[in-house]
């Protein structure tokens, strides 16, 4: 008896822990994929998608919502259970959540974010994120608090903070709400943040090297008191620009604190050569695993509270941010 009861035991927790997601198909659309961390994104959404047994086909929307809305398309006149989609225009959302509703196809929202308003005209449409303005106020702390514990950053003694921004794409709430926060992040600590000058260079090393090169060459490195860059890959391009006026290159006399966000790898080296200041994880392993839990459990005909995660309004998953700084590694 008691060996039948422990042998059904057995059996019923293996199909609970195969049979979960099997035959779900995800249909997910990624902005673009030549993006540092949209790959660590999708990497973890397919290692996720494995693990549950579940099917994912991820799409390059190239930077061009025609392009996605195809590929959307595409997927709904297909076979897919479920979409994610990490939008290339966040004023596109209305209409994907529309063609997802008329097909019945619940949609996951990844990265760019949708109003709520857009979000509450269907009831299994989700997001899946990291608040933006949290990564705002880490990136402001790590400069503030340099700032104060080192005097001699204050290169011109004016007691004020002199300071390049450099921002993300267009209307990505990343970019609205990082540069928002960093700076009055750096007043809240009591220290006036005087912009010398910021410009978009669109998430991208290439154009944030460009950028900071020309930034450096009409305000001069020695005037420049920081830079704070709404993600590593630029903050990795300014350093690039640095680098070649011989700055942040272990000279103490010549060196400008630069944060990022996103604690891709490469800016993690960059801190361990003291190039960078500090930047703020954007955990892409745990948003593409939630993403994709929530993706199941909706093709499951499951709602959001059964992803296994806090849910707000009924309609997010909000993944924290986490400061990360040089000498804490
Ligand atoms: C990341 C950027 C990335 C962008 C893509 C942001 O959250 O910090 O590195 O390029 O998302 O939408
Ligand atoms: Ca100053």
Redesign the pocket.
């Known amino acids: 008896m008691r060996k039948v009861f422990v042998m059904t035991l057995a059996l019923v927790l293996a199909l609970a822990s195969c049979s979960f997601a099997d035959g779900v198909k995800i249909g997910a659309g990624i902005?673009r994929f030549n993006?540092?961390?949209?790959l660590r994104f999708r990497n973890a959404m397919t290692a996720e998608s494995e693990k549950l047994g579940a099917t994912i086909e991820i799409a390059d929307g190239r930077d061009d919502q025609n392009t996605q809305d195809a590929q959307i398309d595409g997927f709904l006149s297909g076979d897919v259970n479920v979409l994610i989609v990490?939008l290339v225009d966040r004023m596109a959302a209305q209409s994907v959540v529309d063609k997802a509703k008329s097909a019945n196809i619940p949609v996951v929202f990844i990265?760019?974010e949708p109003s709520l308003e857009v979000l509450n005209t269907y009831d299994k449409a989700y997001y899946v994120g990291a608040k933006a303005e949290e990564s705002g106020v880490f990136s402001g702390q790590l400069i503030a608090e340099y700032f104060k514990s080192h005097p001699e950053a204050d290169k011109n003694h004016d007691g004020k903070l002199q300071f390049i921004l450099l921002k993300?794409q267009n209307g990505?709430q990343?970019m609205i709400l990082r540069s928002k926060h960093s700076v009055e992040t750096i007043r809240d600590a009591g220290i006036e943040p005087v912009e010398l000058a910021s410009a978009i260079a669109n998430?991208d090393k290439l154009e944030a090297m460009k950028i900071m090169n020309a930034f450096i060459m009409s305000i001069g490195p020695e005037n420049i008191e920081a830079v704070i860059a709404?993600?590593?890959?630029m903050a990795l391009g300014a350093i690039e620009a640095l680098k070649a006026q011989d700055y942040n290159t272990g000279n103490p006399e010549m060196y400008i604190p630069v944060v990022g966000?996103?604690a891709n790898a490469s800016a993690l080296e960059a801190m361990d050569r003291g190039e960078m200041l500090g930047t703020v994880l954007?955990d892409a392993d745990n948003q593409g695993i939630a993403a994709v839990r929530l993706a199941v459990a909706l093709a499951g005909g499951k709602d959001i509270s059964a992803a296994g995660y806090p849910v707000t309004d009924g309609k997010y998953i909000w993944i924290p941010y986490q400061k990360v700084l040089t000498s804490e590694r």
């Open positions: 902005y993006d540092a961390f949209m990490n990265n760019r993300g990505h990343d998430w709404n993600n590593d890959e966000v996103d954007n």
